[in-house]
């Protein structure tokens, strides 16, 4: 697979299941504000709520082929073999992107375990092998790299105002080689920044001088 990055804002998404797994996709796709349709005879308690607060459209009935017309992004996440089975048929013919729990090896798109530390976010992908392995990979991120959210908002500053003083990317580029390279990450990342920050302030007052 590719990992790519994908915006699902009032995209057409259809989950076909209501127990803990087709929750915890449907919360993803609400925090992309993603076009849902739950398709369950029932659901949890917290999907209803979803549903009541207008979050996302519950039909309360088994499903049938109808309900994938027009949908470009489909879960399935029931226990019944037959029903993944015909849902993952309906979706193949509409070639929609198929996210399915019980047979992975049929997903043709899959979700990540992601972090977000300040304006950064990452996510991590074992090719579906353990999600195990990325909740520890992403805690240790989280620990490892928790004090780059202090840094990026004085980062994108310090960006924006090298675009008005150096011309070209070429020049940039070099900048931030010279000025952020793997030993001030280091600093950065062991607490010890306030040298790399004043180095970074006198480089920029610097060339503001001399222009």
């Known amino acids: ?18 127990g803990q797994v087709a929750l915890r996709r449907i919360e993803k796709l609400i925090d992309e504000e993603a076009s849902i349709i739950v ?13 009541e607060a207008g979050v996302l459209q519950w039909i309360e009935k088994p499903y049938r082929s109808e309900y ?32 399915r729990a019980d047979v992975k090896d049929d997903s043709t798109w899959v979700f990540g375990s992601a972090t977000e530390i300040g304006d950064l976010e990452i996510s991590i992908f074992t090719n579906q092998v353990s999600p195990r392995v990325s909740r520890l990979l992403r805690q ?22 090298l675009q008005h003083i150096l011309n070209t990317p070429k ?20 607490g010890q920044g306030d040298s790399v920050k004043e180095n970074i302030v006198h480089a920029i007052s610097r060339i ?4």
């Open 171 to 190: 020049e940039r580029e070099k900048f931030w080689r010279t000025n952020l390279g793997e030993s001030e990450f280091i600093q950065i990342l062991e």
């Open 140 to 161: 240790d991120i989280e620990t490892r790299y928790g004090i780059l959210a202090e840094w990026l908002p004085q980062i994108r500053l310090w960006r924006q105002e």
């Open 68 to 99: 994938m017309v027009g949908q470009q992004f489909v879960i399935i996440a029931t226990d019944i073999p037959a029903v993944n089975a015909q849902v993952m048929e309906d979706a193949q013919e509409v070639q929609a992107f198929i996210n």
């Open 1 to 18: 697979m590719i990992t790519v990055g994908l915006s699902l804002k009032d995209r057409p998404c259809l989950v076909v299941g209501g």
């Open 208 to 211: 503001r001088s001399e222009s």
């Open 39 to 51: 398709v369950s005879p029932d659901v949890l308690p917290d999907i209803v709520t979803y549903h």
